[in-house]
């Protein structure tokens, strides 16, 4: 695993030369060579955090909808305090740290998360989180590759094709896109900020134990109750 790992800075440069933005670094190459069950990048938007790199055959969009959902988890807390969140075993985190996200692992992979902030300068640019569905703590090789692969992310982001790549429009954006069209159509249909539409939604798939993204996609259809104003 140590010997694979020293493979991230050859991921990196053939991306780079490759000149694509992300779509040239694979995340399920990144995955076998940290030796984790997934990675998920996210970069922050208006709404908050945005998941644009990921592998969907490793899962990885569960753990980050879920912590998007409760607003909770090592991901947010790393963008939020732009500090890495490293957390070998989530059953040893106090209850009180995350309540509503602890509680839901119980139930749902993963069990340890690491959590690095994308930063440039000052600039909080986003996260890079490494998902395992077994507890443990990284080996120092893990932990700096997984290091430099967040740095090598933010390298990539700011060359003309990464900055394409971060528009809201490209298709590589696109797995919250029925979740910003739900929240938009909310703050139409009901005369309310962005802020308190994605609250809206958040609330209702908590509550109802349900995905965002599947909230979202019955808003869109027209199938929920979310979008007539509360009656007194």
């Not at 030369?17 to 076998?32: F, K």
């Not at 959590?115 to 569905?133: E, V, Y």
């Not at 982001?157 to 394409?164: A, D, N, V």
């Not at 971060?166 to 979740?179: T, Y």
Request: charged share 15%; proline share 7%; hydrophobic share 45%.
């Amino acid at each position: 695993m140590t010997e694979d790992a020293l493979d991230i800075p050859g991921l990196l440069a053939r991306a780079t030369l490759a000149d694509r933005g992300l779509a040239a670094l694979s995340p399920a190459a990144c995955v076998q060579a940290l030796g984790l069950d997934s990675l998920t990048l996210c970069l922050l938007d208006h709404s908050g955090l945005e998941l644009i790199w990921y592998d969907p055959d490793h899962h990885a969009g569960i753990s980050f909808d879920l912590q998007f959902t409760l607003g909770q988890g090592p991901t947010p807390d790393a963008a939020r305090t732009g500090e890495p969140v490293l957390v070998p075993d989530l059953h040893t985190v106090p209850e009180d740290r995350w309540p509503a996200f602890l509680q839901a692992t119980h139930h749902h992979h993963p069990r340890a998360v690491f959590a690095l902030p994308l930063t440039l300068g000052a600039i909080r640019l986003g996260t890079l989180t490494g998902h395992r569905s077994t507890p443990g703590a990284l080996t120092r090789s893990q932990i700096q590759a997984l290091f430099a692969l967040a740095e090598g992310a933010v390298a990539i982001l700011t060359t003309p094709q990464g900055i394409h790549d971060m528009r809201a429009d490209q298709p590589i954006s696109l797995h919250r896109a029925v979740i910003h069209q739900a929240t938009g159509a909310l703050t139409v249909r009901l005369n309310i900020s962005i802020d308190q539409a994605l609250i809206r939604l958040r609330a209702y798939a908590f509550t109802h134990n349900r995905s965002l993204h599947d909230v979202a996609n019955v808003v869109v259809e027209h199938r929920s109750n979310l979008d007539k104003p509360p009656t007194c």
